[in-house]
């Protein structure tokens, strides 16, 4: 239990660091009679990889997944599903000088306490590269709920001082057609500002911070557990599990806390025989139970903390040290992270999914007349 | 597994509803030998308790906890400890009227979808009331925390748009002593203000949203997983599973997205042999694993959804509803929560304090020899 | 983590030592919708009770279950289920000359080492009365279980050197008829003599060991996972959490590796449209998941270590020591273990049952069709 | 959760099936600081892996295990250790006549009827070849135990009706000394006869089924959890995870039911200053938790459910069906199984090394200490 595995029924245990041979991922729990390909996966790992924008590091890295188990002629089988990409652009060299150095604002000095050792060649298993690994399984979960209807999309709201106009009318089919640019943003006004911004941090040799928002739709009422594994609990922890996420909001967030309750509380009426609600103040989530509307989340990043200047840290031995960090690293972290922010919406939602199915007896019942 | 445990070598279950005949927890995972009487509890109740308080509901319970099992001679005995309290002030008439309406802004639509069943007295399983098991639990957790030096103090920082002058510089032990108000403000002149506000919003039958802020000291570097249960993963769950809660920070929160690198990062140097940060961003963790800085978390709530102006809504047999709230009930929900903030972070640290343990083989060569 | 919860989507956890105010359990993840009385829990704990017969211990119980959560208007709702019982016949005085002495066969020595400290009167946490709470969470189970045509009847099949005639003929409904002796026999002749045996036991100071035989039905296919819960795995592990139980057997059991795989093999063909297996050597699970055969497990206990002999042991100061323990206790184990035993497997099956539900996506499909 | 996933803190998920790309394991929460290679893991691969034995099948695999992650420099580094080994000889040609009947005696049925799909080339993730991952898990398990002195050998104790005669005086160390033949008898004259049936066995298309046993040394008292996690109760469900186990037995196992009280209990007394107990009829374990005695168990298993002679089954079709198992299969289980057994008793044995860390405040104390 150090920590790489989530989840209860849909459950995903990852293993990998930045500079070993690979990065992998088993899915243990994915329902049999799913269609899965290595094509349903990989568009979510070319998401991922860093390209030639500007507003990503220079690592150039195939991440070609391939599925080692648990789909036989092109289907689930409900045994585990290995999921790997192997690790072929390492410079190894430019992270020599960190060997001994922790970098401020990273997990060096951390893992150094906890452990007494560490991987350093790129972060070792603290690198951005280890969410690979659960953007190829949120990739599965994602197909398991595109079968349930729903969807899910993530976009920059703000990077630094730039912040996108409304778009919360848009549908997840919407939002993505309109976030073709490097940054993320579903603006394509606001794209150019950040991308300047972002050139003038790069310039400044520092970095940029920013805001992602997530939608998600088609979500049925009823997912979520009362008390500890409230749903926002749960996606509150898998969104707080990605690196350098300082703060969640869910529905209005911390706007909420401004408001009163007669502003706040979301009405409902009938419509078509159906409960509709008036507004999604919530964010689609009422005591921690989905309550059918979309989910609308709120993820903020700190800055990239691997920067070229020169900062004051201290070394493995107690000795103070000056570093300046070279490698090759993103500028700011938001647009790369939102294939990561959709992966662990995707794994929440399964497993609560999953979960879900055994809350009623008449559900029960549902399965085992169907199944005899 | 519907949610009501929490932990994984420090579990906690919880039980109970509203106006059933009480609530209580199990904490499995306790390690033996630790001092424990309920009077180490029993102010946690107390504070947690419904009072005459502007601040607070009407109702009165006397909340006296008592130890089942796990403690013999005033010593945990590693077993299992069970503590209960009884419900005696129910007036489940109160909420007659709302047997089959959905109240807005509550659990009650999404537990009848999952559930087709729920006890509405009070709100049932998802009234606040449930967390009084939780507190209890938290109280155990923190008598185990201040073993290793460790301590927590939530305070409430803004209710509706009234909020604190800084206090960041103030200890547990002073924010304790500050904070002696109905409402839970290290600052007497903000206090009276908010009091002021709270009786106009329930003169106009509203109720106010508000943020509390958490401050832990003398956590040990090294607490928390790499991966899915980085420590501010667990936090974050932690706190998004108190009811109401609507956002979380950590650190700078979202102020962070808007630094740049060389702004948010945490310089650090070596001070009489031990390693000193130059500041605290990051706000006690870096990678997901604490630093050995204090912790600091902020935390919004909603307004409390129950008022007494009508509201549309629905019924379970789907019609179209007005309803008019009456039941007693917490004009705002911060000042009460600030201990169910302290419990849920206890809970995570004593977890994390004792998986931590098992971390590293030179730890556990210590705890083997020592025992032989 | 004391490894007092048990389940993984159908949860129990229990607490409560032999001489604390009482013993109780929360169950938590029991589907919503199920009848569920005390009515239903209390002939179980009656079972369990040690009555007046020469086959069990003098001290008596009213052993009367409250049920304090998780049931509304006579209906679990799918949140935990607290029930509870409370301690009234405790002669502490009785165990005051073991506060110090390890009791040979004991638990004492392992608790004394493992926690630094135990609860010695009646043996603590390790008596046998903390079968009680399983017992009351197993009724639940079984309850469940019986919506879906499942049944399960343990039986004593050998006290000392007495077994009975071969009774696998016999449906749990015969099996009950048939039982109705102080020694839990399905053969009234066989049950006079290990009465006799008893009683010359008991003369000689001494205690007997003896033999339980499982017997389940109604069982659909498909329940338990595949490699490490298989359902042989969980059922192993949830007979040998029973103090005393030194061996199980699952089907042919040990017989089987005295057979060669021509006659061990259960061959299988069509008759009315349903696979009929021919033998069932297997005892009704095949690679670790149910066949649709019944199942069938030998437990085999050990003698009550609790003698009034003197034997040698030592005390918690390192000293050489003789006991002869006094005290109430079975003079055998099997006849009261038996409603344990239906517990436990009552236990492993609903979960089994709730988790089976998640396996494939046309079961889910069942259920989220019917939800919406 | 497909059940690929065990252990609380030493945990480990195994992936793959017969006939795909590979096998592999994750192992997450090895303590960081232990000596690690392929070297260490190596030699368990090629006890398990098939050779020319007449024991074994005549499938060839290399079997190379490589570390994939979790280890630098040789030193296990504290995060998930992924260990692959490729498949290179599959004749699935061999198994085509068998993707639509069911073996019987094989969990073919089961998987259908739960999973609704099964990969049918060698069993898929049924097959025994699955152990492979196990059993590299295991090596490192069992590399950790070495740290603390202790030791596991499993040897076979009967084949068919060929029993070895009494070996409980010699030592692990002695027992790999004795056991270098083809069926893992520490008797050469049993060994040969064990043969000779075996040939017999194949000659008539037929298989054996026989009995091992796991001796385990240096096991510190203290280890398993009171009730549910005793270490027996561990220990039961790890070897019955393991395929074709029919029957567990702990210390005297099935024989203390026969016993008297005055005839099974451990008598214990002073020497040198620590307890040393009289006999070893409990197998080591009181309670659930380890005495320090040497643990004892035997594992029961089934002959091969695969043979050459024709048998009544069914197809997935529904339709009555004769199967000749072609193929290549071990003609016994056990031989191969020894390896299996002792990763298992390993993986399980490390599990409850690391969680016992954290029962006591002492043992907290003396880690935290240590590390400030």
Chains 1, 2, 3, 4 share one sequence.
């Not at 329902?31 to 990989?42: F, R, V, Y």
């Not at 197909?143 to 409304?166: H, Q, S, V, W």
Request: glycine share 12%.
């Amino acid at each position: 239990m150090s920590g790489s595995t989530t989840g209860t029924l849909f459950t995903v245990t990852t293993w990998g660091e930045s500079h070993g041979p690979g990065l992998g991922c088993v899915i243990d729990g994915c329902p049999a009679g799913l269609k899965l390909s290595e094509e349903d996966i990989q568009p979510w790992m070319d998401r991922r990889k860093p390209g030639g924008s500007p507003a990503a590091t220079a690592r150039k890295e195939a991440d070609t997944i391939k599925i080692l188990s648990g789909v036989f002629e092109g289907i689930t089988t409900g045994t585990p599903i290995a999921l790997m990409l192997e690790n072929t652009d390492q410079h190894s060299k430019d992270y020599g000088d960190i060997a001994e150095c922790f970098r401020p604002g990273h997990a060096d000095f951390c893992f150094d306490r906890k452990f007494g050792i560490r991987d350093y060649r790129g972060g070792g298993r603290s690198s951005g590269r280890e969410t690979a690994a659960r953007v190829a399984a949120g990739a599965v979960a994602y197909k398991l709920l595109r079968e349930f209807g729903m969807d899910i999309c993530a976009y920059t709201k703000a990077l630094g001082n730039i912040a996108i106009p409304d778009v919360s009318a848009l549908s997840p089919d919407e939002l993505r057609a309109a976030m073709v640019n490097p940054v993320g943003m579903p603006d394509s006004e606001s794209a150019k500002k950040a991308l300047a911004l972002l050139e003038g941090a790069k310039a400044a040799m520092d970095s940029l911070g920013g805001a992602a928002h997530c939608h998600i739709t088609g979500v049925p009422a009823g997912l979520g557990q009362p008390v500890f594994d409230k749903l926002d609990a749960l996606l509150g922890k898998a969104l707080f599990s990605i690196g350098a996420v300082k703060a969640v909001e869910i529905g209005e967030g911390i706007r909420a806390s401004a408001l009163r309750g007669s502003e706040n509380n979301d009405e409902c009426h009938m419509e078509n025989g159906r409960p509709v609600f008036e507004s999604n103040h919530a964010g689609g989530i009422l005591g921690g139970i989905s309550n059918g509307n979309d989910i609308e989340l709120d993820v903020y990043f700190k800055p990239t903390p691997s920067i070229a200047q020169p900062q004051s840290t201290i070394d493995k031995n107690g000795n103070d040290r000056t570093i300046e960090i070279k490698g090759r690293h993103d500028p700011v972290i938001v647009p790369r992270a939102l294939v990561v922010i959709e992966a662990m919406c995707a794994l929440t939602l399964a497993d609560a999914l999953l979960i879900n199915t055994a809350s009623r007896l008449d559900s029960l019942k549902a399965v085992y007349s169907q199944n005899v």
